[in-house]
Structure formats: structure tokens, C-alpha cells
């Protein structure tokens, strides 16, 4: 769980990061013409987008996030600044959370920051 | 009465679940023909379609996977850490409250208007963090 965190959020900033690199080459792209660096990062974000997929899926499942919140983390990688925005939300709500092992019993049959019962 | 149970892939077919296989089937053949037209592009000299031509397979597998791997945890949800009854929370001082108000007052007896408003308290801390985690699925913006 920890290094699945760990993981998650290295691969949130360095996605992100060249993401936001690629943007800025990208409005640059449309001034001097020369679409040779864009190509590279464009192919390296993609690259980096495969392996921030392979990490944070299992992170959405160790967590059990429901559909909304999951598809927001699996296309956070593909929107700029997106990133940042989702990983602080999810540290938020879910991960600290679940590191602490909050788990309260609450009405309705539903546990504290795992909202999704299971059948 | 045996027999008349819902099978446990019942809930494969309810409205929310169809309309999610139909996406991720949509986004998999769109993801397919993006694959497609990449290939095309890169057999016509364009050098850079050729990472495309991999990397949007590559997606389509890895949505078929995610999709088959969620199904899979529906049936089998993974062990959460913490079983239950472990892993409660009480806020500060509730517990021994409520080791205090069980130990006084068994079942059938009339609670003290102490131990009742412990109890109202408690139920009220209950209910704010059921509104809270009730919100979860939304959009709350930055936090």
C-alpha cells in the first residue's frame, strides 16, 4: 500500500511535469515551426502515461474508489496541471485516510472513506 | 427460499453497469480505430505515428484489463485492512465512554440521562461522518 502511494504520487508529478513541458513546447511549436522536441516529449508523456496507469489502477482498487473518482485519476495523466489536482484530492480524502487506518463503522452499512459497500 | 435468490452476476446487468460496459466497449474500439489511423499515418512517412501505432493498443488492452480486473474484485472483494470491528475509530474519549455505558447498562435496563446524551453525542458525530463520506463520490473541487 505504501509503495503503491509512493509510486503513484512520484509518477502524478513527473506525468504532470512533462505534461506541462509538453504544452509550453507545444504553444512555442506554433511560432518557430521546428516540431522535433515536441514529438520527443509528446512520445516520452506517452510512455510515462502507460506506466502512471500501471501504477495508480491498483492504487484506485487498494483504496476502493468508486467509478468517478477512479476514471478521474486514470485520465488525470492525460489533462494538464490535472495531475496535481487529483493526486492532492485523493491524498486527501483517501489515502491518509487509509494509511491511518480510519475505518469508522458508520450508519447504513458504510465504513468511513471506503463509501462503496461490498456485497 | 433457496432457488429464488439473485445469481451474484445479477448486478452485471443492471442499468448503471450496462451503460458502463458500453463505454468502456465504445472507448476500446475508438481506441482501436485511433490505432488504426495511426498506422496509416506512419506507413505514409510519418515517423512520430509509429509510437501512437503502439501506444493506443496498448490502452485498448489496458482498458479491457482494468475492466475485467474491477468485474473480478466485484465478485471477490479484496481483504480491507482492518477487519471489521478492528479498525473503529471513536473520537477522543467515546471509546471509554462507551465501554463504560455497555459495562453499566445492560441490554433492557433504562439508560441514565448521562449515558443518553453520550449516546446522542455519539450518534451525532455518526451521522456528520456518514454526510461527509456520502459527498465522497462528488466533485468538492481543491482541498
Known amino acids: 500500500m505504501r ?36 514529438n520527443a516529449i509528446g512520445t516520452l508523456h506517452g510512455l510515462l502515461y502507460i506506466v502512471y496507469l500501471i501504477v495508480s489502477y491498483p492504487l484506485t482498487r487498494r483504496l476502493r474508489l468508486s467509478a468517478g473518482p477512479t476514471v478521474a485519476v486514470l485520465l488525470a495523466g492525460t489533462i494538464p496541471v490535472m495531475t ?3 493526486e492532492r484530492r485523493i491524498s486527501h480524502r483517501y489515502i491518509e485516510p487509509a494509511l491511518a487506518g480510519v475505518t469508522a463503522r458508520l450508519p447504513g ?3 468511513a472513506f471506503s463509501p462503496r459497500p461490498y456485497r | 427460499m433457496p432457488g429464488t435468490e ?18 468502456v466497449i465504445g472507448s476500446v474500439y475508438g481506441m482501436l480505430v485511433l490505432g488504426d ?10 515517423a512520430l505515428s509509429w509510437a501512437y501505432t503502439f501506444e493506443w493498443p496498448i490502452f485498448a488492452v489496458f482498458a479491457v484489463v482494468f475492466w475485467a480486473k474491477t468485474i473480478r474484485d466485484e465478485f471477490h ?3 480491507v485492512a482492518g477487519a471489521a470491528g478492528e479498525g473503529i475509530e471513536l473520537p477522543v474519549g467515546a ?7 455497555a459495562a453499566t447498562s445492560p441490554a433492557g435496563e433504562p439508560a441514565t440521562p448521562e449515558e443518553e ?27
Open chain 2, 6 to 23: 439473485a445469481p451474484p452476476w445479477r448486478f452485471l446487468i443492471t442499468p448503471k453497469w450496462l451503460a458502463w460496459h458500453l463505454i
Open chain 2, 117 to 143: 446524551a453520550d449516546l446522542a453525542a455519539y450518534n451525532a458525530y455518526l451521522a456528520r461522518l456518514h454526510r461527509e463520506v456520502k459527498g465522497h463520490g462528488k466533485w468538492h473541487g481543491l482541498r
Open chain 1, 3 to 38: 509503495l503503491n502511494v509512493t509510486l503513484y504520487r512520484v509518477m502524478a508529478y513527473v506525468t504532470g511535469v512533462v505534461l506541462i513541458v509538453l504544452c509550453v513546447f507545444a504553444i512555442g511549436q506554433a511560432f518557430t515551426d521546428d516540431a522535433a522536441i515536441v
Open chain 1, 109 to 111: 452499512g458504510h465504513d
Open chain 2, 95 to 101: 471509546a471509554g465512554r462507551a465501554a463504560r455505558a
Open chain 2, 77 to 79: 472483494p479484496p481483504a
Open chain 2, 37 to 46: 489511423w495511426q498506422l496509416h499515418r506512419a506507413l505514409a512517412g510519418n
Open chain 1, 84 to 86: 496535481f489536482v487529483v
